[in-house]
């Protein structure tokens, strides 16, 4: 080979470059959000606090619980990121897990309240309740509830939906009580999942087997264009990063979307039910965005 | 659901770090590992699949016949096959000595 000899240009394209934030578990994830050096974990996996319930059903716990706690900073502002980990029960809220996010956002309203606004970031990945812990999951998810009311009249509160197991179940009221939401196209958000309404309402309703329909409703593009999520950005961790860090720096919403009842009463109101609704009617029955900027 | 457990007194090579791999998703397992108070290596797992005793016991022999190392180890496991295991103990072994 002479030294003369041109290297040649191979085009790589754009996708092969990015660096997926889906494949990450939970706590590379949440890791990756927060300014390097700056994070510690509470309540990590070596602490052992585990589900109680589960074992005592034959099913193996996890150290901790599906739900990962990282307090620091991001754009050098305080934050707190919890991340729940879709690979271990669907991401779905139990006892420990739910005690762990709600008493994350309560520190985080308490540091707010004395003058250290404290953003929260979560990242969603869940079906919901874990029916195995039954009445805790379902109180859990109303202390939750609770606790973002709280949290987002002093700091912004961020959720992430990037994929690939959706947010789903107890948890979209979660999201939609968040001040923004991020999505990637592959994402999912809804409250009752395709299969549900299969099972409820028959396959004329909802083809859960049909995946063009199920993300042509309930994925990030159509959730976006609705004005039920506010931001669309591709897998990639940087892409992902730095819309966190803008809303981060957004602040608190003054408006939240959960307060806009009569608008959203009236959107449905319009609907006409007579005939079924398409993905492409639906998104362009409700193309204004829904949030208060 | 059952709790296994194994000590290894000849693995006493001592670590200073601690390591967390895997997710307790189906056919996987999760490894905690940190260093043994007492110096030498011990093994507990909790598993959703009974009846491996044996399998459980020749993994981690074979793991612990390459490292001799003072471990203590916690498993999660939902039915990781030996294979995953032996990749998990290897996964967790290499962020302790990063």
């Known amino acids: 080979m002479s030294a003369a000899s041109a290297t040649p240009t191979i085009s790589v394209p754009e996708f092969v470059k990015r660096q997926s934030f889906i494949e990450l578990d939970a706590r590379a994830r949440a890791q990756s959000l927060m300014d390097s050096g700056s994070w510690r974990e509470l309540v990590g996996p070596f602490e052992r606090i585990e589900s109680p319930w589960l074992p005592k059903q034959g099913i193996a716990p996890q150290s901790d619980d599906g739900c990962v706690v990282l307090k620091g900073t991001i754009t050098h502002q305080p934050a707190v990121v919890i991340a729940l980990e879709g690979g271990f029960q669907a991401g779905s809220m139990g006892e420990v897990s739910g005690a762990k996010m709600t008493g994350a956002l309560d520190l985080a309203t308490k540091d707010s309240e004395n003058g250290t606004k404290t953003a929260a970031v979560l990242l969603l990945e869940t079906g919901g309740v874990r029916l195995q812990e039954a009445n805790l999951g379902l109180a859990a998810i109303a202390e939750l509830q609770a606790s973002l009311l709280a949290l987002r009249q002093h700091a912004p509160i961020i959720t992430v939906i990037a994929g690939t197991v959706g947010c789903f179940g107890g948890m979209s009221l979660a999201a939609g009580l968040s001040s923004y939401i991020i999505m990637t196209p592959e994402a999912r958000l809804g409250l009752n999942g395709a299969e549900v309404i299969e099972q409820e309402s028959g396959v004329e309703e909802f083809d859960s087997s049909d995946r063009s329909l199920i993300w042509a409703i309930y994925g990030g593009e159509q959730r976006v264009g609705m004005g039920v999520a506010d931001e669309l950005v591709m897998d990639d961790v940087p892409k992902v990063a730095s819309a966190v860090q803008r809303l981060v720096k957004a602040g608190a919403r003054s408006v939240h979307r959960s307060q806009q009842v009569e608008l959203y009463r009236g959107r449905i109101a319009a609907l006409d039910t007579a005939k079924q609704i398409d993905p492409p009617s639906l998104g362009k029955l409700w193309n204004t965005k829904g949030g208060a900027q | ?98």
């Open chain 2, 1 to 98: 659901m059952e709790r296994l457990e194994f000590d290894y007194p000849s693995a006493n090579r001592p670590v200073t770090n601690k390591a967390h791999v895997g997710v307790v998703g189906s056919g996987d397992m999760e490894v905690l590992m940190q260093p043994a108070e007492e110096g030498i290596a011990h093994v507990s797992v909790l598993t959703s699949v009974n009846g491996f005793g044996k399998s459980w016991q020749a993994v981690l022999d074979r793991f612990f016949a390459k490292h001799d190392r003072a471990v203590r180890i916690h498993i999660n496991d939902a039915g990781a096959t030996p294979g995953s295991v032996i990749l998990r103990l290897e996964q967790a072994m290499e962020v302790i000595d990063q």
